[in-house]
């Protein structure tokens, strides 16, 4: 009977612990934690204390899709990508297409969640590294606008980002990497300009 009574409230605090959040699932892409990037989906005995599974990777479901703004639109974006970057003293970038292409479903995606006034989470951002093992760093620089066009815009984001100086972010995203893509999306007045910057794996398929 004893052992009965003690066998139901361990169950029960095995309970309380995973709706607590004890039991979660916390994994590190290099960049800062993402456990809501990761599912326990497997059984294993080295990773998770209460679900025993494996933290794998999932891209959001946007990620999964194809861009919906006019090819040839998007053809004058990836055009002028590295290019219009590379205008900038300091900077030297070659295009990506890859990165480019989840560049432009990030800013569609932003865009769909302005015109609904959704707020948009960081934590896909932090974890965007997992879409590239072929790269060591990602960042991404982000700009709104209302009104304006495609490349007028990604012109226009640029030169705010590099005007920032060595003490911005956005400034230190252009000069620090050597891979960019690019992507401009909008809606009406909204648009959302977006560049992914990297740096290769020196030892990876990327690297030059």
């Known amino acids: 009977m004893i052992i009965m009574k003690l066998s139901i409230l361990l169950v029960l605090f095995f309970v309380a612990f995973i709706h607590a959040g004890g039991g979660d699932c916390e994994c590190a892409d290099g960049i800062g934690t993402c456990d809501k990037r990761y599912h326990c989906v497997s059984a294993s005995i080295n990773t998770c204390k209460v679900t025993r599974g494996v933290c794998k990777p999932t891209i959001p479901v946007y990620l999964s ?31 990506n297409p890859s990165m480019a292409h989840y560049a432009q479903l990030h800013a569609e995606y932003l865009v769909h969640k302005a015109e609904r006034g959704e707020t948009v989470g960081s934590v896909h951002q932090k974890c965007k590294l997992n879409l590239f093992p072929e790269l060591e760093t990602i960042q991404g620089n982000v700009m709104e606008y209302r009104n304006g066009g495609y490349v007028e815009d990604l012109k226009k984001a640029l030169k705010v980002w590099y005007d920032e100086g060595a003490s911005g972010d956005h400034y230190k995203a252009m000069v620090d990497n050597n891979l960019v893509g690019c992507g401009v999306a909008k809606s009406g007045n909204i648009i959302r300009v977006v560049a992914w910057y990297g740096k290769p794996k020196s030892n990876g398929k990327w690297a030059f």
């Open 65 to 95: 899709t194809q861009p919906t703004t006019n090819s040839s639109d998007i053809t004058q974006i990836n055009d002028i990508c590295a290019s219009a970057n590379n205008a900038y003293s300091g900077v030297t970038v070659k295009f």
